[in-house]
């Protein structure tokens, strides 16, 4: 099987046991990990989100996290020139104030459906890599995704992150299985979770067109996925009169787009104030790992098709043309799942590595995961 083409109607599909029971050991792990952070480390200086719940799970809800909590408490209020939560799309919050409702709790449900979302899209990595590559190399994928260093974002932060990676992978799923309709209106949840999310509808049209479909009303189905970005543009034009103000108001966070934000001037000034080696070297992890991401996907292009090149080149290259100083790009790097793919073949053909790199891995997700739990700003 070409590694391009869906899996053949018929054909025995992957185990998903494995993959589930890997990522349910990690995420009690860092559950304990952030636990045990919470009552034994002191909080780092920074805004601390307003958590109420129990207090093991305080760890979880940190930064951003205050802002998808206003959301779902309170809603969108937009003032020109100054941070607020329109930056943020709705569907994570709208999901945290519909659980909430059932679990007495945003902040607990915001939790959930991270953990939920996390699960899923582990789950569907591993089906997918199994599909495409041969075990050995399908499981070092695994590993990598499962255990990368701001993996944490896929067990329990409350960030839109998980739900968006889940989505992403659910529509190209249903592509692969000639479901284009559904595919869009998966998709259309992940437009409506991130702004980059957009780059989903033009990779699902490639996809759709390189496996041969014609442009018909069936395969048009995947245009459905715009819709949560259109839904939420029509939102802030009727509310706010700017359709766009979740771009707008990045100004607030000296991010607007142009020449300063996109050849990164923050940055060079960032890097000189960087003071202790341990600061430098998190810091220097985002430019670092955005490099080496865009390194990987000419590989992607030859193995896996132009729908996942595509997506993979413009989820980690737009992502990181928008921002000043690259942090926050290895968060971002966990949707460009199709890395991990070509990594893990990579690792998995050199047997020194194949022990090394997931270790490491999975000790910086650890120390990663007990950074943010005290409100170290990593992303």
């Not at 519909?98 to 709790?105: A, E, F, M, T």
């Not at 041969?134 to 990368?148: G, T």
């Not at 996925?225 to 359709?243: E, H, K, Q, T, V």
């Not at 865009?294 to 090149?309: A, I, K, S, T, W």
Request: aromatic share 14%.
């Amino acid at each position: 099987m070409l590694p391009t083409e869906a899996p053949a109607s018929g054909r025995t599909r992957p185990s998903l046991r494995p993959a589930l029971a890997l990522a349910l050991a990690v995420a009690a792990a860092l559950f304990v990990v952030s636990g045990l952070a919470v009552a034994l480390l002191p909080h780092a200086d920074g805004p601390v989100a307003l958590y109420e719940g129990p207090r093991f799970l305080e760890g979880w809800a940190q930064w951003d996290s205050g802002w998808y909590q206003f959301i779902a408490d309170h809603g969108y209020v937009y003032q020109p020139g100054r941070q607020g939560p329109v930056a943020f799309f709705p569907a994570y919050p709208l999901l945290m104030r519909g659980l909430g409702g059932v679990v007495g709790n945003v902040y607990l449900a915001g939790i959930l459906v991270t953990l939920a979302s996390g699960l899923g899209a582990i789950v569907l990595f591993w089906r997918w890599v199994k599909e495409r590559l041969d075990p050995r190399a399908a499981w070092a994928s695994l590993l990598l995704f499962v255990l990368f260093p701001y993996a944490f974002f896929l067990y329990g932060a409350v960030y839109a992150d998980a739900l968006f990676i889940v989505s992403v992978l659910g529509a190209f799923t249903l592509v692969e299985h000639d479901r284009p309709w559904l595919a869009g209106v998966v998709g259309a949840v992940a437009t409506a979770s991130r702004p980059i999310g957009a780059v989903l509808v033009v990779a699902l049209v490639v996809r759709v067109l390189e496996r041969g479909d014609r442009p018909t009303w069936r395969s048009a189905g995947v245009l459905l996925s715009g819709l949560g970005i259109a839904g939420f543009s029509l939102y802030l034009w009727n509310r706010f009169g700017d359709p766009l103000a979740f771009g707008t108001i990045q100004e607030a966070w000296d991010q607007e787009a142009g020449p300063e934000t996109w050849l990164k001037f923050q940055f060079f000034r960032d890097v000189v104030d960087v003071g202790s080696p341990l600061p430098w070297l998190v810091y220097m992890a985002h430019p670092v790992l955005t490099v080496l991401g865009l390194v990987l996907v000419p590989r992607v292009f030859r193995r896996f098709g132009r729908g996942y090149g595509v997506y993979t080149a413009l989820v980690i290259g737009l992502s990181a043309l928008g921002t000043k100083n690259f942090f926050g790009m290895s968060r971002y790097l966990l949707a460009a799942f199709p890395c991990f793919a070509v990594a893990g073949e990579w690792v998995a053909e050199r047997p020194r590595l194949r022990t090394v790199v997931p270790a490491v891995s999975g000790l910086g997700l650890v120390v990663l995961t007990a950074a943010y739990s005290r409100g170290v700003y990593l992303s």
